[in-house]
C-alpha cells in the first residue's frame, strides 16, 4: 500500500510536469457521462451460439438484443417503454431468456420470460406488489426455473417453481418467517437457506431432501457473516464464505454431514469479494479479494493457462462474464479507472481473445483522471483506506473538494471507472472517496467498528480524511463539499448539521433524514433484518432518544451552507417523507435549501433523463459555491423532476 505522504508527493510531482500548461481538459458532455452506454453486459447462451447484450433502442430505452456469434445479424428482443432493462439471464433451454423490471423504481420486480423463436415477452410473475428475488437456473432442468417470491406474505418469501413452457407456477418450500436467502443442490432442489436470528445473528440451515426437516449446521453471531456460494456436484460439500475464527471472510468447504471444514482461501486482512464455480462440475476454480484493486487467486489448475493468457490481452482488471455450458467460450471484460469497460470473447482450444465492444466508446481518448488508492490513520489510531482522484492538466494543490461517501453502509467503494468521480475531476474538483469503519471489504473487525456509529466514528473518519487533505495541501478548506446517496445522503446531511463549519455545500440524494422514521417504514420484507438493524443502529423500541441523538433532522437549527435534495418519489427503502420533513424543517428555520423530486424513480436515478438533469442541476450548484466549471445546463427533455 503507497502511503498517504508518498502517494501526495507523487501527486505534487505529476502536477508540477503538468502545470507547464496548468488548465484543465475539454468539458466531457454530461451525456457521455450518464447517459445509457451503447453496449453493455454481454452473455453467452450455455450452446455458445448466441451473444446477448443491453444496449439503447431508437427512443433511447436500453433493451436486450441478440446476434449469432460470428454473424452480424443483431436484433431487439425486448420493448421496454421507459425504464430500460439491466437485469437479464439465460435459460438453459438456450431459446429463452428471462428479465427483471421493476415499476418506476418501486423495486417489486416482476420476471419476464423472452422466447426468441416466437418473439414473445411473457410476465412469469404477474402478482401486483409482489416482489420476485433469488432467482435460479439449471442445467439438468432448463424448462424450469426457481424464484422467491412475497406473494402470500409480503414480509417473507418463499420458493416458486415455474415451467418456462407452460408458465404453470407452484409452490416449492414454504418459508418458516425468517428465511433471507435459499441455496439449491446439483438435482436443483432447495437443500440450505440463510435465516435470520434474534440475535441480529444467521443461521445456516441444512436438510439432506426436500421433505427432511430443516437443521442448524452452524450459527453466525450477530459479529459474523456467513452465505453459502452453492452444493458440490455429489450434494455431500456445501461452500462457504464466511468469518466464524477468522478476522476476514474465507472460502469453506464443509461438510454437511461431518461438518468438517476445509479452508480453500483466505487473507488476514481483505475479505473473500467473490468465488468462481464451474458451470457443470460446481467445483472452485478461483476467488477474489477486493484490495486496492481486485486480486484473483487461481485455485483450478484447468484454468490457469487461460488466465495467464487473458492477464495480457490489454491493461485493466481481468473479469470473467459469462460462459457457455461446454466452457469453451468465455466472456470477459477489462476494467480500468481511466476509461470504458472492455469485452472481449475468448476461445479456450485456440486461447484467441476477440473484441467484441467496448461499454461506451465516446470515453476513448479523453483525458480522464486516475482514481489513485489511499490511506491514513483516524483519530482513534484505525487504518482508513480510500482513493483520491485529481483533475487532469492543474497541480494537486488548494483545489476545491467534493468528499463523495458510498451508500451502504455495509458497502465499499472499489478501483475502476466511476461517472460521478470522472464527472467531478473533469469540472476541476478534487474527489475523495473514504471507506470509513463500517465498509466492507475489510474484515469483521473493521466492519463492527462501524456498530452504533452512524452520525459517530464513521462520520468522524470521513472528517479525518478531510482533513487529510487539507494537511496535504489537496484541497482549499473553505471549498469542500459533501455528497452521497442513500448513506452517503444521510452522510451529507450530518456533514451539514454535526460539522457545520466544515462544508461549504451538500448535495444529498435518497438519504434518510431521521433514523426513527425510516426504521418505522422499511420495506415489509426487511423485517427479518430487525434484529441486524438494532445491533449495527440502534434499538427502535428502547433507544429512540439515542436514535434522535443521530438524527440530523432534529438539528437543522445548525446547518450554514447551502444544500441540495434530490429524491425519488417511489423510493421503497428512503421514503420521500425523509426529504420532504427536513426540507420543511429547513425552511422553516430559514435555511437554504433546493429540492428536487422525481416522480418515476425509486432508490436512485434509473432513467438517463432524470440523472443528466439532476447532475446538471447539481454541476450547477456546485460551481456557484466551490467554483469550478459548469456545462450550461440546456434543455433535457423527458426528465420527471418537480422542483420542489
Known amino acids: 500500500m503507497m502511503t498517504g505522504r508518498l502517494l501526495v508527493a507523487g501527486m505534487m510531482a505529476l502536477g508540477l510536469a503538468e502545470a507547464a500548461h496548468a488548465e484543465l481538459p475539454p468539458l466531457i458532455p454530461r451525456s457521455v457521462l450518464f447517459g445509457n452506454p451503447v453496449k453493455s453486459s454481454p452473455q453467452i447462451s450455455p450452446d455458445g451460439r448466441l451473444l446477448a447484450y443491453i444496449a439503447p433502442d431508437d427512443k433511447n430505452v436500453l433493451q436486450v438484443w441478440v446476434r449469432t456469434i460470428g454473424k452480424k445479424d443483431d436484433r431487439k428482443l425486448t420493448a421496454d417503454k421507459k425504464r430500460g432493462i439491466r437485469t437479464y439471464f439465460w435459460t438453459y433451454d438456450g431459446d429463452r431468456l428471462v428479465y427483471l423490471q421493476d415499476n418506476d423504481g418501486d423495486e417489486n420486480y416482476h420476471l419476464y420470460d423472452v422466447n426468441l423463436k416466437t418473439n414473445t415477452v411473457r410476465d412469469l410473475t ?55 436467502s435459499w441455496t439449491a443442490d446439483a438435482d436443483f432442489k432447495i437443500r440450505a437457506a440463510i435465516a435470520a436470528t434474534k440475535d441480529g445473528g444467521y443461521d445456516l440451515l441444512y436438510r439432506a431432501r426436500p421433505k427432511t426437516k430443516w437443521r442448524v449446521l452452524r450459527h453466525w453471531g450477530s459479529e ?77 489448475d484447468d484454468i490457469a493457462q487461460d488466465v495467464r493468457v487473458l492477464s495480457n490481452v490489454r491493461k485493466g482488471q481481468l473479469g470473467l462474464v459469462s460462459r457457455d455450458l461446454a466452457d469453451r467460450n468465455w466472456l470477459v471484460s477489462y476494467t480500468n479507472d481511466d476509461g470504458p469497460v472492455y469485452y472481449y470473447a475468448y476461445d479456450r482450444e485456440t486461447k484467441q481473445p476477440t473484441l467484441l465492444f467496448s461499454q461506451q466508446p465516446q470515453l476513448e481518448g479523453l483525458m480522464l483522471a486516475q482514481m489513485r488508492p489511499m490511506s491514513y490513520k483516524a483519530r482513534d489510531g484505525m ?36 461517472p460521478l468521480v470522472q464527472w467531478l475531476a473533469n469540472r476541476g474538483y478534487a474527489v475523495l472517496q473514504v471507506n470509513y469503519r463500517g465498509s466492507t471489504g475489510y474484515g469483521k473487525k473493521f466492519l463492527n467498528a462501524g456498530n452504533r456509529e452512524w452520525a459517530g466514528k464513521m462520520h468522524d473518519d470521513l472528517i479525518d480524511g478531510v482533513n487529510w487533505l487539507v494537511r496535504h495541501g489537496v484541497s482549499n478548506p473553505k471549498k ?56 449495527r443502529v440502534g434499538d427502535l423500541e428502547k433507544e429512540e432518544e439515542f436514535l434522535r441523538s443521530r438524527s440530523p433532522l432534529f438539528f437543522v437549527d445548525r446547518i450554514k451552507a447551502p444544500l441540495l435534495i434530490g429524491q425519488g418519489a417511489n423510493d421503497p427503502r428512503v421514503k420521500q417523507a425523509e426529504s420532504d420533513q427536513i426540507v420543511a424543517a429547513l425552511r422553516k428555520a430559514s435555511k437554504p435549501v433546493e429540492y428536487i423530486v422525481y416522480t418515476d424513480e425509486g432508490h436512485g436515478f434509473a432513467r438517463p433523463e432524470n440523472r443528466m438533469h439532476f447532475y446538471a442541476c447539481t454541476e450547477a450548484f456546485l460551481s456557484k459555491h466551490l467554483g469550478g466549471r459548469a456545462e450550461p445546463a440546456g434543455d433535457v427533455k423527458g426528465h420527471s423532476a418537480q422542483v420542489k
Open 126 to 180: 404477474p402478482h401486483p406488489g409482489v416482489r420476485a428475488q433469488n432467482v435460479d437456473v439449471d442445467p439438468k432442468h432448463p424448462q424450469e426455473i426457481l424464484v422467491g417470491l412475497n406473494l402470500n406474505d409480503r414480509s417473507k418469501f418463499d420458493v416458486h417453481r415455474i415451467n418456462l413452457t407452460t408458465g404453470a407456477m407452484e409452490l416449492d418450500t414454504k418459508n418458516p418467517g425468517n428465511v433471507v
Open 224 to 300: 459474523e457473516q456467513g452465505s453459502p456460494v452453492g452444493f458440490s456436484e455429489d450434494g455431500k460439500t456445501l461452500y462457504l464464505i464466511a468469518n466464524h475464527d477468522s478476522n476476514a471472510l474465507r472460502l469453506i468447504a464443509l461438510n454437511v454431514d461431518s461438518k468438517q471444514e476445509t479452508v480453500l482461501a483466505e487473507d488476514p486482512t481483505y475479505d473473500v469479494s467473490g468465488a468462481l464455480v464451474h458451470p457443470t462440475k460446481r467445483t472452485i476454480q478461483a476467488v477474489t479479494f477486493n484490495k486496492e484493486k481486485l486480486v484473483r487467486k487461481v485455485i483450478d
Open 480 to 535: 469542500i463539499a459533501i455528497m452521497g446517496g442513500s448513506y452517503g445522503g444521510y452522510a451529507t446531511l450530518v456533514g451539514l448539521t454535526f460539522t457545520p463549519d466544515v462544508f461549504a455545500a451538500g448535495v444529498d440524494i435518497v438519504g434518510p433524514s431521521n433514523i426513527i422514521s425510516l426504521l418505522k417504514t422499511i420495506p415489509a420484507y426487511w423485517a427479518p433484518a430487525k434484529a441486524m438493524f438494532n445491533k
Open 383 to 418: 487504518v482508513i483506506h480510500g482513493y483520491l482522484t485529481v483533475p487532469v492538466g492543474v497541480a494537486p494543490k488548494d483545489l476545491p473538494t467534493v468528499l463523495l461517501v458510498h451508500g451502504g453502509p455495509w458497502a465499499r467503494d472499489s478501483w475502476g471507472f466511476n
